[in-house]
C-alpha cells in the first residue's frame, strides 16, 4: 500500500499529476488547490498518498497535507460521495474553510463543488458535524483544551474554543459556537468578545 510518494513532478493534468520516482511514472489523481500547490516540472515534491484498490484498478490520490487527507476519507464516509466528489469539494474548500462551513453548517460552500448538490451537500454537513471535530481541533496542550486549527491561524478563535471547552462544552459545539460567533463579528473580535459571543451562540442552541 503506497502512503507517501517523493519524486520529481513529470507532467500535469486538469485533475492529476505524474510523479517519478526513481524513473517510474506514478500517475496521481489530485484536487485542482493541490495541484496548483505543485512545484514546476522537473522540481521535486512530496505527496501523501491515499491508494484505492479495485477489481479493474489501483487508483493513487495526492495530497500536500495529512489534514487534507484526512477529510478526503471523511468525506467519504457519507452516502453518494466517492472519490471524484471528495476531490472536487477539497478543490474548492482547503481544509480550514471546509471546517468551518460544516461547523456553521454553510451547504451552499459545499455545493459549489461539482457534483454536489443541495440535498448532498446537505446530508455532507449534517452527517460530518460532529465528526470534524477532530479534524477542525487537532489535539491541545497538556493541561488545556483542544484548538481549532481555522483560516489564518487565528489564535483569538483558538483560545476562545479553549475557554469554552474549558467550561464544560464539547469541543465540537464550542468550535461550531465560535464560529457562528466569529462570522457575525466579521472575524476582528477580540478573545473576550468571542467568548461572550460564542456563550451567546450556545444559549441559542439550549433554548431550542
Keep these: 500500500m503506497i502512503a507517501k510518494l517523493k519524486g ?53 490520490f495526492g495530497f500536500t497535507t495529512e489534514r487534507e487527507r484526512a477529510w478526503f476519507r471523511l468525506l467519504q464516509t457519507v452516502q453518494g460521495v466517492g472519490a471524484r466528489v471528495a476531490l472536487g ?49 487537532p489535539a491541545g496542550k497538556p493541561g488545556g483544551a483542544p484548538a481549532p486549527a481555522m483560516a489564518g491561524n487565528d489564535a483569538a478563535v483558538a483560545d476562545a474554543v479553549s475557554a469554552l471547552t474549558n467550561l464544560g462544552y464539547k469541543p465540537a459545539e464550542a468550535f461550531a459556537a465560535v464560529s457562528r460567533a466569529r462570522q457575525a463579528l466579521d472575524g476582528t473580535a477580540d478573545v473576550g468578545a468571542l467568548i461572550r459571543a460564542g456563550l451567546k451562540e450556545l444559549g441559542k442552541e439550549l433554548a431550542h
Excluded: F
Excluded at 505527496?47 to 479493474?56: A, F, P, S
Design 89 to 137: 469539494i477539497l478543490s474548492v474548500l482547503d481544509a480550514d474553510a471546509l471546517s468551518q462551513a460544516i461547523a456553521v453548517q454553510d451547504k451552499t460552500a459545499v455545493s459549489r463543488a461539482n457534483g454536489v448538490g443541495p440535498k448532498l451537500a446537505q446530508r455532507i454537513v449534517n452527517e460530518l458535524k460532529d465528526k470534524a471535530a477532530g479534524l477542525a481541533v
Design 8 to 60: 520529481l513532478v513529470d507532467s500535469l493534468g486538469e485533475d492529476w499529476v505524474i510523479i517519478d520516482v526513481g524513473g517510474v511514472g506514478y500517475l496521481v489523481y489530485a484536487s485542482r488547490r493541490t495541484l496548483s500547490q505543485l512545484p514546476a516540472t522537473g522540481d521535486p515534491v512530496t505527496l501523501m498518498i491515499e491508494t484505492h484498490v479495485r477489481e479493474d484498478h489501483i487508483h493513487l
